[in-house]
Antibody, heavy 121, light 109 residues
Framework: EVQLVESGGGLVKPGGSLRLSCAASGFSFSNAWMNWVRQAPGKGLEWVGRIKSKTDGGTTDYPAPVKGRFTISRDESKTTLYLQMNSLKTEDTAVYYC????????????WGQGTLVTVSS | EIVLTQSPATLSLSPGERATLSCRASQSVSSYLAWYQQKPGQAPRLLIYDASNRATGIPARFSGSGSGTDFTLTISSLEPEDFAVYYCQQRSNWPPLYTFGQGTKLEIK
């Protein structure tokens, strides 16, 4: 059974930092492209970034609102995905989901249950 | 940055009716377009990938079409469990940035 379990969310002050983790199991983590997606309260979905598999170069891409502040990394030995968030702003308040892109292998993707990050003074 | 515009913002239909949702891209995304369904309190679920391929386990009443800049999600006959918010997402290779549309809320009439 595929599982993605996010952790690390919480309350942080503007300008602060937070690191989210996503523990993955039940699939070939090393071959999966992984994403972070967020959803502000009552709003739509926003893609936060992606890291390719090591075999595809392990490179990362980010949209403009988080580029230079957020960093995605992965630990193959722990099958864990990370999102390091620095210089947090109030507009970063959202539920953060990690996703595993298994479309090529299984014609589907998987999402975690999400972790809430609240940026407030 | 590629912008996706979904229409309508809200669609009010009855069970058994046909639903047609639109997604327009600001520039060509070829066929790299996906559709998601999200119900309250749940993570999104992938319905369609590469514009017209149903994801694993998705009922045949869901279908996707289009290429380039104009895409459509069709639900042939609405079931009560289909009332939800639907998002399109582009996954073009260049620029290598995924973006979501703002969503269409499908509500019971």
């Amino acid at each position: 059974e595929v599982q993605l379990v996010e952790s690390g969310g919480g309350l942080v002050k503007p300008g602060g930092s937070l690191r989210l983790s996503c523990a993955a199991s039940g699939f070939s983590f090393s071959n999966a492209w992984m994403n972070w997606v967020r959803q502000a309260p009552g709003k739509g979905l926003e893609w936060v970034g992606r890291i390719k598999s090591k075999t595809d170069g392990g490179t990362t891409d980010y949209p403009a609102p988080v580029k230079g502040r957020f960093t995605i990394s992965r630990d193959e030995s722990k099958t864990t995905l990370y999102l390091q968030m620095n210089s947090l702003k109030t507009e970063d308040t959202a539920v953060y989901y990690c996703t595993a892109d298994l479309i090529s292998a299984a014609a589907r993707d998987y999402w975690g249950q999400g972790t809430l990050v609240t940026v407030s003074s | 940055e590629i912008v996706l515009t979904q229409s309508p913002a809200t669609l009010s239909l009855s069970p058994g009716e046909r639903a047609t949702l639109s997604c327009r891209a600001s520039q060509s995304v070829s066929s790299y377009l996906a559709w998601y369904q999200q119900k309250p309190g749940q993570a999104p679920r992938l319905l369609i990938y590469d514009a017209s391929n149903r994801a694993t386990g998705i009922p045949a009443r869901f279908s996707g079409s289009g290429s380039g800049t104009d895409f459509t999600l069709t639900i042939s006959s609405l079931e009560p469990e289909d009332f939800a918010v639907y998002y399109c997402q582009q996954r073009s290779n260049w620029p290598p940035l995924y973006t979501f549309g703002q969503g269409t809320k499908l509500e019971i009439k």
